[in-house]
């Protein structure tokens, strides 16, 4: 008997499912052929010394013996593309037990089955399975003989299941009574059967003269059951056919497959022939008896004589022959096949691959070919195409490419409009030019995006200089062709697109501009405030000023509307030259208004001021043809941030300064909520607070205090914030000042001190001990439930004291000082520390300061921001701290915007420090993210 070498392919036929189905019994597996992604069940480490579960389908495989594992994972890569198709295979596992793995196609690449014990098939299960397979199979008991067997093997054989049963000893087990060559190693092969070994062996069949291939798999059956043998036919060289899974393979390709033997004549043809020759049977004609007598088969039938007399294949020949009043066109592959025992050539392998259609497309492809050509010739637009020489690889950096294209595009091909726009007189002169002859420049945006959208562009803007000084406006389109990872060719498309331009030009101005006054109109002046605000800082502060002319109506009435203008005509210009030296864009709204957009001021002061001086700008005398006349104004201003943080509330507000001015005749009014006459909506905002507190509208965020010396996260200030569901963002100053003079100071400074408690408790849980800090308003410190409720809340969970800091102001203790001291005192006898607020800003007295239970002052921004540059402010921020050592107090200063300033106060010995440079206020998301990203430290511990 002589066994196969290791790693020979197995060829195990693809089978219908078992008659006796297995699910639930092992362990299920799914696998992404597409991907080689595998997943496979939980139990799978009963099969497996490795507790690690297979990614891959080799890995899986690499578990198991008893089949070539390359040769499986193929053919199970086969099974993918066939949905409905079923396989089985007998494996053994790393402890020699059988293993039955099972496999269906679901759909197109996803394969899903089982791997399943042998010991698990009890009796009659076992036999059914064997009797299901489509292999001839057997299974013995090694002591009993024959179990079962299905019509397969005895077809094999020739021995009925009851000659069969009759066979017994181990080496008629493993011939099958059938007489075989008994090699010397025979009985080492018994030996290996008996240790649980799977063996691929080959016998040779007394009849027929057919050699055999044989699995012989022992099945391990457990305690008290006695060990089986499956034997398996897997390979069986047919003398009049190739096994059925290259039949299969064969009939599964799309073009004509004729096995021809050595004197023309078809032997074996497959599924497209069968088709191709529909009504005529193939075997056993030669090719010009195929093609109905058609003589121009003659030369292909002495090809195929040629082939097999000098053994030598010619591929890729063409064929064209009519058939059945059609031309077809082929491509031809003729290549001889040799007797495995002799080495004579004995056939050829005809493959005719059907390429008519394709012959078809070529010629109107030919013909469609003149008509482009006609077509780019006569185009209005410039169609070009240029080569990248050499070509750019397109995994290199994006400037790096951007830099290269313009080194290395040239033009290849353009037609006449292409010609006309370069300034070329042909085409042909053109060619070999770069295409970026004027430089990169203002064009490397355009390349850029060329590059990062895939090599594609779509009517993207561009120009050229002319030689006569003119300028174009082009548009190009384009699309690069990459081949091996390189940009080799771009084609595009460039229209002149000037007239065009110049018109949208003329539209957009006027859309954007008063006619009259060639100021911006009311649309302009919106979009430039939106874009400033969507630009600029949140902190940035600016304003909008909105001037209305005094007693117009009157000047045109009586003097008519020529007048009229020719005086409007005359405020923008002064409106221009007053406020020429600052960043201020002015516009008209319409009849006699007109705005001041300031997208930079330091202070509102500065509004205020520019206000005055457009006042007295506008106040000068008018010449309108000789007749002289004066025009006063009057001036609303709305701020940002500090009032509106929007157009719509800019443009109210500063209405409604404008007509305060006007009624009070008071030339400049600041808008003041105070005046607003539609009360009405705080009313409505205050009802809508109480909601929002109730139904957890608000939100909380933490911006963090560092201590300056030992470079370590004190904590962080908790900062309330709505989002409103219809209104958007309201900006605290608009919600808190309404209630602070409303009862609902009360319920909003309860739900912030919970909710700040709880994160608080749930960072230290983290191990990030931090303080955290709340402010409280003048009417918290009438409260005199207050510490209570702080106890409360600090007991619920479980945070200590000294972690909670509760923020005041000056102003808010000159309300009632002795219960503000009452109240302080109680909070500070918990363990809560107490801090002054905004420092400075305030009118408490020293006295005041001196009794009440603080433990630190904060110095307000406006101190800190400009102490660099203002001497007044540095003496500030210096007294200040020395003032709060000498009363035994910490000092922490707010509104730090940049490290000089930073390390300016850690020299004057400035305990702790807040602002926009250490930390933005961000949610509590993305506290524990923006430490891990700081140099910050934090305690470690409590």
């Known amino acids: 008997m002589k066994a196969i070498a290791k790693g020979a392919a197995s060829e195990t036929a693809f089978l219908a499912p078992p008659a006796t189905p297995t699910t639930g019994m092992g362990v299920p597996w799914f696998w992404d052929c597409g991907a080689d992604r595998l997943t496979v069940g939980a139990r799978f480490n009963k099969f497996s010394s490795d507790r690690q579960r297979p990614a891959r389908m080799v890995d899986l495989l690499a578990c198991f013996s008893g089949v070539d594992r390359q040769a499986f994972a193929d053919q199970l890569a086969a099974l993918a593309s066939q949905p409905g198709s079923y396989r089985e295979q007998l494996l053994t596992d790393y402890r020699r037990q059988p293993v039955l793995l099972s496999a269906e196609c679901v759909s197109q690449g996803l394969v899903m089955g089982q791997l399943v014990p042998a010991q698990q098939f009890m009796g009659t299960e076992l036999e059914s399975f064997v009797l299901a397979m489509h292999q001839p199979a057997c299974l013995w008991d090694y002591d009993l003989g024959l179990v079962a067997c299905n019509t397969g093997f005895e077809a094999l054989t020739g021995w009925n299941e009851r000659q069969l049963r009759k066979l017994s000893g181990t080496e008629n087990i493993l011939t099958c009574g059938m007489a075989v060559a008994i090699e010397p190693d025979h009985h080492r092969l018994c030996e290996q059967l008996k240790a649980g070994q799977a063996v691929v062996a080959e016998v040779q069949l007394e009849l027929a003269a057919r050699p055999v291939r044989m699995r012989y ?383 930079a001021i330091r202070n509102p002061q500065q509004a205020v001021v520019a206000a005055h001086r457009v006042l007295d700008a506008i106040k000068q005398p008018y010449n309108i043809d000789g007749f002289h006349t004066e025009m006063g104004a009057a001036v609303g ?154 106890t409360q809340l600090l007991e619920k969970y479980q945070l200590p004291a000294v972690a909670l800091e509760l923020e005041i102001t000056e102003s808010a203790i000159v309300l009632d000082p002795d219960r503000a001291l009452m109240i302080l005192n109680q909070l500070s006898e918990q363990g809560v520390r107490i801090s002054i607020d905004d420092f400075g800003t305030g009118y408490s007295s020293l006295a005041y300061l001196k009794k009440l239970p603080v433990n630190a002052l904060k110095i307000d921004r406006s101190f800190v921001m400009d102490m660099l540059t203002d001497r007044q402010d540095e003496v500030i921020v210096k007294s200040t701290v020395n003032l709060a050592h000498n009363l035994g107090l910490h000092v922490v200063a707010e509104g730090v915007e940049n490290e000089r300033t930073l390390q300016a106060l850690a020299a004057l010995g400035c305990n702790q420090a807040q602002g926009y440079h250490l930390g933005r206020p961000m949610p509590e998301g993305q506290v524990l993210d923006w430490f891990r990203a700081s140099p910050w430290k934090a305690d470690a511990q409590s």
């Not at 809508?688 to 004190?714: C, D, G, M, T, Y």
Request: a negative charge.
């Open 637 to 790: 201003i709305a701020l940002r941030s500090a009032q509106a943080n929007d157009v719509s509330h800019l443009m109210r507000y500063a209405d409604v300064a404008m007509y305060q001015a006007k009624s009070e005749y008071s030339g400049v009014v600041v808008y003041s909520a105070a005046k607003d006459p539609n009360q009405g909506l705080r009313f409505s905002l205050i009802s809508e607070l109480r909601r929002a507190i109730r139904e957890q509208e608000l939100l909380l965020n933490f911006q963090p205090k560092i201590e300056l010396q030992s470079r370590r996260v004190h904590g962080f200030e908790a900062l309330v914030r709505w989002q409103h569901p219809t209104q958007g963002f309201i900006p605290p100053a608009e919600f808190i000042p309404m209630a602070e003079a409303t009862d609902v100071i009360h319920p909003l400074t309860e739900w912030v001190l919970e909710q700040s408690i709880r994160q608080c408790k749930q960072w230290h849980a983290q191990n990030f001990f931090v303080t955290v800090a709340v402010n409280l308003s003048a009417r918290n410190l009438l409260d005199e439930k207050l510490p209570h409720k702080v």
């Open 217 to 599: 798999t022992p099945l391990k059956m457990g305690p008290g059951r006695s060990d089986l043998l499956l034997l398996e036919c897997i390979s069986i060289d047919a003398a009049d056919g190739q096994p059925r899974e290259l039949r299969q393979l064969i009939d599964q390709i799309q073009d004509i497959i004729l096995y021809l033997d050595q004197w023309g004549e078809v032997k074996v043809a497959n599924r497209c022939a069968r088709e191709f020759f529909a009504g005529a049977e193939p075997l056993g004609q030669n090719l010009i008896e195929l093609f109905e007598g058609n003589a121009d088969l003659l030369p292909l039938h002495r090809d195929v004589l040629s082939v097999v007399r000098h053994n030598r294949p010619r591929l890729d020949e063409k064929l064209s022959v009519q058939f059945r009043n059609k031309r077809y066109w082929f491509d031809v592959d003729q290549v001889p096949t040799s007797d495995t025992l002799s080495g004579a050539v004995d056939g050829v392998l005809l493959v005719l691959r059907d390429i008519s259609e394709s012959v078809h497309v070529n010629r109107q492809l030919l013909e469609s070919e003149h008509r482009y050509q006609a077509f780019i010739s006569n185009c209005m637009d410039g169609i070009w195409c240029c080569q990248i020489d050499p070509p750019v690889a397109v995994n290199l950096p994006v400037e790096q490419q951007v830099d290269l294209l313009a080194q290395r595009a040239v033009f290849t091909e353009c037609n006449q409009q292409m010609a006309v726009l370069r300034e070329r007189r042909a085409p042909s002169d053109l060619l070999g030019e770069k295409v970026f002859d004027q430089g990169l420049g203002v064009h490397r945006a355009t390349v850029r995006e060329f590059v990062q959208s895939d090599y594609q562009l779509v009517e993207a803007p561009s120009f050229r200089h002319m030689e006569d000084g003119r300028r174009l406006e082009l548009t190009v389109s384009t699309i690069g062709i990459v081949e091996q990872g390189q940009l080799v060719h771009v084609w595009g498309i460039t229209r002149d697109v000037t007239e065009r331009y110049h018109a949208m030009a003329r539209m957009e101005y006027q859309a954007h501009h008063d006619s009259l006054t060639g100021l911006p109109n009311r649309h302009a002046l919106y979009k430039t405030i939106r874009t400033t605000l969507d630009e600029r800082a949140p902190e940035q502060a600016m304003a909008l000023l909105l001037i209305d002319l005094n007693r117009f109506k009157d000047l045109n009435d009586a003097l008519g509307h020529q007048v009229g203008d020719s005086l409007l005509k005359q405020v923008g210009p002064r409106l221009r030259e007053e406020l020429s030296e600052s960043d201020a864009f002015i516009a008209r709204l319409g009849g006699d208004e007109f705005a001041i957009f300031l997208p």
